[in-house]
């Protein structure tokens, strides 16, 4: 009579809490590896296109195919001639990818116009926050605009998108907080512009500003922290249902 009227202990519910758990963080873990993976050979990709010499410029009949998968970083090198056209300033903080780069400032962004015509837009280089003054900016930049075809030696870049914390751009001051030079060149009038841009390495203007210069890719890679993590959560779930099944079974012996 007693057993009968006891009530059953939900072993057969903790029992599934625990396997839906692990799979859980088993599977987080596995993917966590997977991205691993895929962040070495990114990383692996990256390092090679920083390596290599540069190449010729692709033609304009390919550049809807290019890619910031396939062509992000892509050293180049061609010639072009700085329109003279307001530039843009990108406000930073400092640089993840240049190493030479660690205080505030702006990045000078300007059309340049390929001998075909068309307009490629140029990070043309960093220029201190010590020259915060529009007018000091403008100087700046107006050395770079001669006229004249230059060879310019940079890497293929991709737009950014702005996030939700991202101050808009003042276009009174052509200020901007994104590197988004699509949306410059609408706002500005630089006519149609290439999909991508170019941070520019070379040349450097002989009063080095603005100040262009190599780039270094520095990926996070934390994924075999997290991996681990995951793990040893999925050995917890294990570890807690092995101590409450042993303690249920001693209580009902």
Known sequence: MMAASAKPRPVAGFAIFTAVMLVAFVGLGIW???RRVEKH????????????????LPPPSQWGALTAAHDEFRRVQ????????????????GS???????????????????????IVVVNAGFVPSA?????????A???????????????????????????????????????DHLAMAQALGWDKVAPFYIDLEAPVPANGIPKPGALEVHLKDDHLQ??????????AVVIAFAVWWRAQRRASS
Do not use: H
């Open 32 to 34: 966590q590896l997977q």
């Open 41 to 56: 050979a990114l990383i692996a990709a990256l390092d090679q296109r920083l390596a290599e010499a540069p190449g010729a």
């Open 78 to 93: 061609f010639q072009a001639t700085y329109d003279a056209a307001p530039d843009v300033m990108v406000y930073s903080s």
């Open 96 to 118: 993840a990818i240049r190493s030479d780069i660690s205080s505030p400032g702006a990045w000078a962004f300007l059309p340049a116009r390929l001998s075909s015509g068309e």
């Open 131 to 139: 020259m915060p003054d529009r007018a000091q900016q403008d100087r």
């Open 141 to 179: 930049v107006a050395q770079l605009i001669t006229r004249q075809p230059v060879t310019l030696n940079g890497y293929i870049r991709f737009p950014e998108s702005a996030g939700m914390l991202t101050p808009a751009e003042d276009r009174a001051k052509r200020l901007w907080f994104t590197r």
């Open 226 to 235: 997290y991996a681990i993590t995951w793990f040893a959560l999925a050995g």
